[in-house]
């Protein structure tokens, strides 16, 4: 049923049925396409103390994100973030402040040195040292940068959580989304009231959402706007998804919407340079 506002239709949005959903899931194989994807390994956490370990590999919890501003020459700063992965690969995004709006993205592998304390990122070459919660951007010769300077070279861990994110949909019934048939996200946003905003590939959505123990997830009382536009039915199927998750999983700045023992629903990647 549609109730009116002040702005615009607000469409309140019965549960349907899971086959409906798989139905619509396979009209998505025409909007999106996907490479095979390997799953994570969970990283395996120790305990660890208040200074640079000697061997940080094994007795820091380094798997994550983390960010901060590089100095730049030309520029008023590098806004960087890098995720590690437990798997040694890694993702980083880069945006020169004050030069470009554009963001710089890099994957590759990393290697650790033979102490396991500092990394090695395959794409430039470049090292930091490992930390409890950072990494330090060391300089050339693989030294720790001193000085006056020496905090700016410094990125701190991000915390692993799901509220408070900008959670931009990458995968849906297992289809990536082709970037030149989408033109806007699709992403959610779980506020600390308990309260989800976010955006279909048209509209605006609202609601509640519910959290418990282990990984519960469910969302409530979703509501959106209604217009049309070209990709109705990926949208449709994004709120079906929403509808019947019941559960999620959470690794570094990748979320997956689960329902039971089904394969994951959707895959949200945390943005954290816009």
């Given at each position: 049923m549609y109730i009116e506002s002040d702005q615009s239709i607000i469409s309140v949005m019965p549960v349907l049925p899971i086959y409906l959903f798989t139905a619509v899931s396979l009209l998505l194989t025409i909007m999106f396409s996907c490479?095979?994807?390997?799953?994570?390994?969970?990283h395996e956490r120790h305990a660890s103390n208040n200074r640079i370990g000697d061997n940080s590999r094994v007795s820091l919890d380094w798997a994550g994100s983390y960010k901060g501003t590089l100095p730049c020459a030309d520029c008023t700063g590098i806004e960087t973030l890098i995720s590690l992965y437990s798997d040694n690969t890694y993702r980083?995004?880069?945006?020169?402040?004050?030069?470009?709006?554009?963001?710089?993205?890099?994957?590759?592998?990393?290697e650790w040195d033979q102490q396991a304390r500092y990394i090695t990122l395959s794409s430039d070459s470049?090292?930091?040292?490992?930390?409890?919660?950072?990494?330090?951007?060391?300089?050339?010769?693989?030294?720790?940068?001193?000085?006056?300077?020496a905090d700016n070279y410094i990125l701190d861990k991000l915390d692993n959580d799901i509220t408070e994110k900008y959670w931009k949909l990458i995968e849906l019934a297992g289809q990536c989304l082709k970037?030149?048939?989408?033109?806007?996200?699709?992403?959610?946003?779980?506020?600390?009231?308990?309260?989800?905003i976010g955006s279909g590939y048209c509209n605006t959505i609202n609601g509640e959402y519910e959290t418990g123990n282990p990984n519960r997830l469910r969302f409530t009382s979703l509501?959106?706007?209604?217009?049309?536009?070209?990709?109705?039915?990926?949208?449709?199927a994004f709120i079906q998804v929403l509808?019947?998750?019941?559960?999620?999983?959470?690794?570094?700045d990748t979320l997956q919407l689960l329902k039971g023992r089904m394969a994951p629903l959707a895959r949200f990647e945390a943005v954290y340079l816009r």
């Open positions: 490479q095979p994807r390997k799953a994570r390994v969970p980083i995004l880069r945006q020169y402040s004050g030069r470009s709006d554009s963001l710089l993205e890099e994957k590759g592998v990393f470049s090292n930091y040292l490992v930390g409890e919660n950072r990494l330090f951007h060391l300089d050339k010769n693989g030294k720790r940068i001193t000085g006056a300077l970037k030149q048939e989408i033109s806007r996200d699709s992403y959610i946003i779980l506020k600390a009231d308990k309260k989800v509501s959106r706007t209604f217009s049309a536009c070209n990709a109705i039915q990926a949208e449709e509808q019947i998750a019941d559960s999620y999983y959470l690794d570094n």
